[in-house]
């Protein structure tokens, strides 16, 4: 059974950096051929896309959020890590991790994920 995992802050001071890591087991990074998202849905509201990387290492961002963010593989660990710069408190959300097995951008329902994290709460708040 493939299981993510998110981990990371639960909370994080305005202006600083969020890291995030998904941590994959029951299938490799390394040698798969999925697409791994970043998906976070802030309080109240629905999910918002935030970008993936490919099994390759190719990467596609949110273009709202593309100036800030990054995504990137840990395959020894066989793990993807998000980067989130200079966070705000409009942050605050429950951040998931996702797998695909097709390349998908920009794309909110879950239906479209194969799995899902059960996702972490981050609060940005000082």
């Known amino acids: 059974q493939v299981k993510l995992q998110e981990s990371g802050p639960g909370l994080v001071t305005p202006s600083q950096t969020l890291s995030l890591t998904c941590t994959v087991s029951?299938?490799?990074?390394?040698?798969?051929?999925?697409?791994w998202h970043w998906i976070r849905q802030p309080p109240g509201k629905g999910l918002e896309w935030m970008g993936v990387?490919?099994?390759?290492?190719?990467?596609y961002y949110s273009p709202h959020l593309k100036s800030r963010t990054f995504i990137a593989r840990d395959t020894p660990k066989n793990q993807v890590t998000l980067q989130l710069l200079s966070v705000t408190p409009e942050d605050t959300a429950v951040y998931f991790c996702?797998?695909?097995?097709?390349?998908?951008?920009?794309?909110?329902?879950?239906?479209?994920?194969?799995?899902w994290g059960q996702g972490t709460q981050v609060t940005v708040s000082s």
């Open positions: 029951g299938a490799s990074i390394a040698t798969g051929f999925d697409y």
């Open positions: 990387i490919s099994y390759s290492g190719s990467t």
């Open positions: 996702a797998e695909s097995k097709k390349l998908i951008i920009r794309v909110t329902s879950n239906e479209a994920y194969e799995y």
